[in-house]
C-alpha cells in the first residue's frame, strides 16, 4: 500500500468531521510555499520568473506554523520554488512533525543529499521528489543536462537513511506513454513508497506555452498511460482522480481543497491562478469568488485544467460522500488493472518529438550558483 495506514486513518476521520459538520468547502491539504526561489529555471514553471526582490523573500518558520494551525489540515506540502534553499527548513519540518502534521517536502532532490542531515526519519516526513519521467525526458522538462542522475542519487540517499519518499511527475504535451510506464517501472524498482502524477498548468509565467496539455487529450495520455496497469505500481494519491485523469470520471474544482499560503498571504483561488490575496484562511474562504473558478465557471484560464490542486480533493471528498463513493474508492485500491485493449493501441502510435534543443539548459547553471544558500 502506498500510504500507511495510519495516515489514511488520520485523513478519513478528518475528513468525516468535516461532514458532520456540515462544511461543504473545507481544506485538505495546505501548501505551504515557504518561499519561490529554486535552483532550477524550468521551461514549465512561472516561480523563478519574479523580480529579484521577490525571490529573496521568505517565510519565517513561525509564520508557517501559524498558517498551518489556523487551516486546520492533515496534510501539509510544502513546493517553492525550492524548500530546501530556505535557511530554515529543518526548522520549519521540524515543527510540523510535531505537531504531527503529514509533511510532503518537494524538492528537485539537487540539494537533498547534501542537506539530509538536517532532517529525521519520520512518518509524517515524505519526501516528494520532482521527477518527470526517464533521464532525457526529465533533463529535458527541468531544463538541466545530468538532472535526473542527481535527484537520483538524492533518493537513494534518503531511502538508505530510512525516510518516506515518493516521486511527483508532471505530464506535458507530448510526453510518451510507453516511457511513463518505464519510469513507473524504474522508480517502483528502486523502492519509492508511491508515485503523483499530474498535467501541467500554464503558468502565465512559463517560458514555454506550447506544452502545455489540453483536456481531451490530458484524458488520452492519461487513459493511454493508466490502463492496463501492472499490480507493482504503486500510486500516493487518490484512485478516483486518475480515474478522473483517463475519463472515467468528471469532478467539479474544488479549489478551497487545497490552499495556498506563501509569502504574499492566502492566494486566491488556488496554487496555480493569483486573483489576489487574502490575510488569513477565514477571509480567503468568505471573500474568493469561487463560482468564477474550475471549468464549469466558463473562465478561459480553468478551461484546460485538470491539475490535482484543484480536482483531487474533489475526489478525496467523494470518496466520502456516500458508502457508493467509499466502495468506488475500496475497488480501485485492491483490484482494478483497468484493462483497455484499445488503450494498449495508444501506446504504439508515433509520439510528437520535443525533445529538441532548449535553451533554457544553458541558464541553469548560473541559475544554481545565484540561488544556493
Excluded at 525571490?55 to 525550492?82: N, S, Y
Excluded at 532532490?109 to 520532482?130: C, D, G, N, Q, R
Excluded at 475519463?247 to 492566494?267: E, H, I, L, S
Excluded at 475500496?330 to 510528437?352: I, T, W
Aim: proline share 6%; glycine share 8%; hydrophobic share 40%.
Amino acid at each position: 500500500m502506498a500510504v500507511p495506514v495510519s495516515q489514511m486513518w488520520t485523513v478519513a476521520t478528518y475528513v468525516l468531521k468535516q461532514k458532520l459538520k456540515g462544511r461543504k468547502q473545507y481544506p485538505l491539504v495546505l501548501m505551504l510555499e515557504p518561499l519561490f526561489r529554486c535552483n532550477l529555471a524550468c521551461a514549465g514553471c512561472g516561480k523563478i520568473q519574479y523580480p529579484g526582490h521577490v525571490l529573496k523573500m521568505q517565510l519565517t518558520p513561525e509564520e508557517c506554523f501559524r498558517a498551518v494551525d489556523e487551516c486546520g489540515t492533515p496534510t501539509v506540502a510544502i513546493p517553492g520554488g525550492e524548500p530546501l534553499l530556505h535557511p530554515q527548513i529543518d526548522e520549519i519540518v521540524a515543527g510540523l512533525v510535531a505537531r504531527k502534521k503529514y509533511i510532503y517536502l518537494c524538492t528537485n532532490a539537487l540539494l537533498l543529499k547534501e542537506k539530509i542531515h538536517l532532517f529525521a526519519p519520520s512518518k509524517y516526513l515524505t519526501f516528494s521528489v520532482h521527477m518527470d519521467g526517464q533521464r532525457e525526458h526529465h533533463d529535458f522538462s527541468v531544463c538541466l543536462e545530468g538532472g535526473y542522475d542527481k535527484a537520483l542519487e538524492g533518493i537513494k540517499e534518503a531511502l538508505a537513511r530510512g525516510f518516506r519518499v515518493t516521486t511527483n511527475t508532471t505530464l506535458f504535451d507530448g510526453a510518451d506513454p510507453k516511457s511513463v510506464r518505464a519510469f513507473f517501472d524504474e522508480m517502483m524498482e528502486l523502492g519509492v513508497e508511491g508515485m503523483m502524477l499530474s498535467p501541467g498548468y500554464s503558468y502565465e509565467k512559463a517560458p514555454d506555452q506550447s506544452h502545455f496539455l489540453g483536456r481531451a487529450r490530458t484524458r488520452r495520455l492519461f487513459r493511454a498511460i493508466l490502463s492496463n496497469r501492472k499490480p507493482d505500481w504503486r500510486f500516493n494519491m487518490s484512485p478516483l482522480f486518475l480515474e478522473f485523469l483517463m475519463g472515467k470520471r468528471d469532478y467539479a474544482c474544488t479549489p478551497w481543497g487545497m490552499p495556498t499560503f506563501n509569502v504574499f498571504g492566502w492566494q486566491k483561488p488556488c496554487y496555480l491562478l493569483q486573483d489576489g490575496y487574502a490575510d488569513s484562511f477565514a477571509e480567503l474562504l468568505a471573500t474568493t469568488e469561487w463560482e468564477r473558478y474550475g471549468t464549469e465557471s466558463g473562465n478561459p484560464k480553468c478551461a484546460n485544467c485538470m491539475v490535482h490542486s484543484g480536482y483531487e480533493a474533489s475526489a478525496v471528498d467523494h470518496t466520502f460522500s456516500s458508502l457508493g463513493g467509499l466502495w468506488q474508492t475500496v475497488r480501485a485500491m485492491v483490484g482494478s488493472s483497468y484493462k483497455d485493449p484499445s488503450a494498449a493501441e495508444l501506446l504504439n502510435e508515433p509520439v510528437r518529438p520535443v525533445h529538441a534543443f532548449n535553451p533554457l539548459v544553458q541558464i541553469n547553471t548560473d541559475v544554481a550558483e545565484e540561488t544556493r544558500v
